[in-house]
């Protein structure tokens, strides 16, 4: 088994509960701009925010484009003018207030800080994303935390990686690992910049990206088997 010395682990959907965190905050959207809560506009909306990451993470599209332009298209399909910077600003407002937890996190991060440098690699917002992990009481798990407004890129770019080096001190790749739910962010940025990665899969979904997987785990505790 290889041996690492440094693990960079996602934050959303990987160690913090995105799916409950984006549910609680697109409903106050919805019950303040009257659109119906029902599953279907939830599916909806959840569908325009992924592409406009995904043209953002292809170089589409900026950060401040994507945040403002997933509501104002959203809203938009309802013949609702919005401002999409103000929204994302009341997203990002309750978006903070949930930090529940992935089943296991707490643990393994128990686990790991005793034997490996930890560091969070994470898009979003800066004030979001610090909250949610101080709120949630992981903060201090982390020798460092990587957040990509404030990396001026994000995740896959090779740039966002480099600001992690430098504010590590260090680019030995070799003693990385990169831990992360997204083939087209994490994992993707892990083979760009020539760490190994580990695929956080809980739903056991199949690898359609083209991105190479050094590991599969459905569960955090199967990190173990690793480190």
């Known amino acids: 088994m290889k041996t690492y010395e440094i693990i960079l682990f996602d934050t959303d959907a990987t160690l913090l509960d995105f799916d409950k965190a984006e549910e609680y905050g697109i409903e106050a959207l919805f019950r303040r701009f009257d659109v119906p809560v029902t599953e279907e506009n939830k599916e909806k909306y959840r569908a325009v925010s992924q ?51 992935i089943e296991g996190a707490e ?5 790991l800080k005793e034997k490996y440098k930890l560091y969070v690699i994470t898009n979003g917002v800066a004030t979001t994303q610090n909250r949610r992990l101080g709120d949630s009481g992981l903060k201090k798990y982390f020798d460092g935390i990587f957040i ?38 994490d994992i993707r940025g892990a083979n760009r910049s020539g760490i190994d990665a580990c695929w956080y899969n809980p ?24 480190l």
Not at 161 to 175: K, S
Not at 203 to 226: F, M, P
């Open 107 to 111: 643990e393994i991060l128990t686990y």
């Open 148 to 185: 990509s407004e404030e990396a001026g890129a994000q995740k896959p770019q090779e740039e966002f990686f480099e600001y992690c080096f430098r504010h590590m001190g260090r680019r030995d790749v070799e003693n990385m690992l990169v831990v992360g739910d997204s083939l087209t962010s």
């Open 203 to 226: 739903k056991g979904e199949e690898n359609t990206a083209g991105v190479k997987v050094d590991y599969e785990i459905h569960d955090l505790s199967e990190l173990k088997k690793i």
């Open 51 to 101: 592409r406009c990451w995904q043209r953002l993470e292809q170089g589409e599209l900026t950060r401040a484009e994507t945040l403002r332009l997933r509501f104002e298209d959203f809203f938009g399909s309802f013949g609702i003018s919005v401002d999409g910077d103000e929204v994302n600003r009341l997203f990002q407002d309750a978006l903070a207030e949930s930090h529940d937890l």
